[in-house]
C-alpha cells in the first residue's frame, strides 16, 4: 500500500508540474511544447527553421539560381557528383557590355594602327612552288595510287615535252606540260571522254527541239557540257564518242587527219567480186567521189549478205549512198569503231567511260 500510493503521489506530482509547465508555455510563447507552432528557440533569433523530413523539397533551390534539374546536392555538386560551382567574383557583377560604336572605334583604330606599317615577307621556304608533283597530277589522271606513279617514274616511261623524267618530285604545270606515259599523252586536265552506242532511232544532236530522243539523253546528270563527234543518221546504231575536248573532238573529224571509221551493213545479193574494187577506186556520187579504204564480207546466208566497210571521209548518209549506188541498198547499219575505239560488247543505249590507254591512243592518231 505504501509503494502504490508513494506512486500515485508521484505521478499526481508529475502531472501537475506538467500542466504547470504547460500553463507556463502557453502564457510564455510556448516553451513547454517543442512540438508546438511558434515555440522554437530559432524563432525568436529570427533563422530559418530547419523543415521536417517530409517538408523538404529536393528541386527548388535559391531564388537567385532559379529552378534546377536533378535532386539535392548531386545536382548541384558535391560530395554525391556534378561540378562543383564556384562563386562569382565581384559579387556576381558581369562586365558591361560595349556597344557597337565603341566596337567600330577600336576596329578603326587597328585599321590605322597597322596601315602604313610594312608588310613581312615570308621566306622563300613558305611560298607556293610553283607547279604540282609530276606523280600527284599522273594519280589524279587516273594512272593508278601515288606509289605507282612513282614506280612508273623510276621505271623510266614517263615523259614531259619530250624528255624521259627519271627523278621524283618534278613539279610541272598541267595546263601548259606534255605529259606522256609509254608514249601515249595524258589527258592531265578537266576532260571527260565518253563512247556511246547509239541506238536506231535516237538523233545526233545534244538537245532536238521536236522533243525526240537525241544523244543528250544520255548525259543529262553531267555538270560539264558535252558534244558528239560527228554524227550518225537516226537509223544508223554503234558507236559515237562524246567530249568536251574540243580541239580533239576537230581533229577527229577533219579529213586531214584521216581517222577511219568502220561499219558493218546488212545488204542482199548476189553479190559479184568486183564490187569491193569499185568501192576502192570511187564511187560518183552527187557531191563528188568517195572511196572506200577497206571492204569485204563477213558474212553470208544465202542472199543475205554482211560487208565490213571502213572509209575515213565523213560526209552525210556517205556509207548507204556508196552502196546504194552500187546497187545494193542497206537494210541495216552499224558503226562498230571510230579510230582505234571499238564497240565491242558494249549494248545499245549503253554510256561507258574511255580508259587512259583509249584517250592517249586517240590523241596519238590526230598528233596531239
Known amino acids: 500500500m505504501r509503494s502504490s ?29 517543442p512540438r508546438g507552432a511558434g515555440n522554437n528557440r ?8 530547419k523543415p521536417r523530413p517530409e517538408e523538404r523539397r529536393y528541386d527548388v533551390g535559391t531564388p ?10 548531386a545536382a548541384r555538386g558535391g560530395a554525391k557528383g ?3 560551382q564556384s562563386p562569382q567574383r565581384g559579387g556576381g557583377r558581369t562586365a558591361p557590355a560595349r556597344s557597337r560604336e565603341y566596337e ?18 615570308t621566306p622563300k621556304t613558305f611560298e607556293d612552288q610553283e607547279g604540282e608533283r609530276l606523280q600527284k597530277v599522273l594519280a589524279r589522271a587516273g594512272m593508278g595510287s601515288r606509289r605507282a606513279c612513282e614506280e612508273l617514274i623510276d621505271a623510266g616511261r614517263v615523259e614531259v615535252n619530250g624528255e624521259i623524267v627519271i627523278e621524283q618530285g618534278v613539279r610541272v604545270d598541267p595546263e601548259k606540260d606534255e605529259i606522256k606515259v609509254d608514249g601515249l599523252t595524258v589527258a592531265t586536265q578537266s576532260y571527260l571522254f565518253f563512247a556511246l552506242n547509239k541506238p536506231a532511232g535516237v538523233v545526233s ?31 544508223t546504231e554503234g558507236i559515237i564518242l562524246l567530249t568536251n575536248h574540243g580541239e580533239l573532238a576537230h581533229r577527229l573529224t577533219h579529213p586531214k587527219y584521216g581517222v577511219k571509221k568502220t561499219y558493218l551493213a546488212a545488204i542482199q545479193g ?99
Not at 530559432?42 to 527553421?49: A, Y
Not at 537567385?64 to 546536392?73: L, N
Not at 544520255?218 to 558535252?226: G, S
Open 5 to 33: 500510493s508513494g506512486r500515485n503521489s508521484s505521478g499526481n506530482n508529475g502531472g501537475s508540474r506538467g500542466g504547470n509547465s504547460g500553463s507556463r508555455g502557453g502564457s510564455s510563447g510556448g516553451r513547454g511544447n
Open 42 to 49: 530559432d524563432d525568436k533569433q529570427g533563422r530559418p527553421r
Open 64 to 73: 537567385s539560381e532559379g529552378p534546377k534539374k536533378g535532386r539535392g546536392g
Open 82 to 84: 556534378g561540378p562543383k
Open 104 to 121: 567600330a572605334r577600336a576596329e578603326q583604330r587597328n585599321r590605322e594602327r597597322y596601315e602604313n606599317k610594312p608588310q613581312i615577307k
Open 205 to 235: 544532236t545534244m538537245e532536238d527541239p521536236d522533243g525526240r530522243q537525241c544523244l543528250g539523253d544520255y548525259v543529262t546528270n553531267r555538270e560539264t557540257r558535252l558534244f558528239h563527234v560527228g554524227r550518225l543518221d537516226t537509223e
Open 270 to 368: 548476189p553479190l559479184p567480186r568486183e564490187v569491193g574494187k569499185r568501192l576502192k577506186d570511187g564511187i560518183q556520187l552527187e557531191d563528188g567521189y568517195a572511196r572506200a579504204d577497206h571492204f569485204r564480207v563477213v558474212e553470208q546466208t544465202g542472199k543475205n549478205y554482211l560487208v565490213e566497210v571502213v572509209l575515213h571521209e565523213g560526209r552525210k548518209h556517205i556509207v548507204r549512198r556508196m552502196l546504194a549506188e552500187a546497187g545494193f541498198p542497206v537494210e541495216k547499219l552499224v558503226r562498230t569503231a571510230f579510230g582505234p575505239i571499238t564497240l565491242g560488247d558494249q549494248k545499245s543505249g549503253w554510256l561507258r567511260r574511255l580508259t587512259n590507254t583509249e584517250v592517249g591512243m586517240l590523241m596519238k592518231e590526230v598528233g596531239l
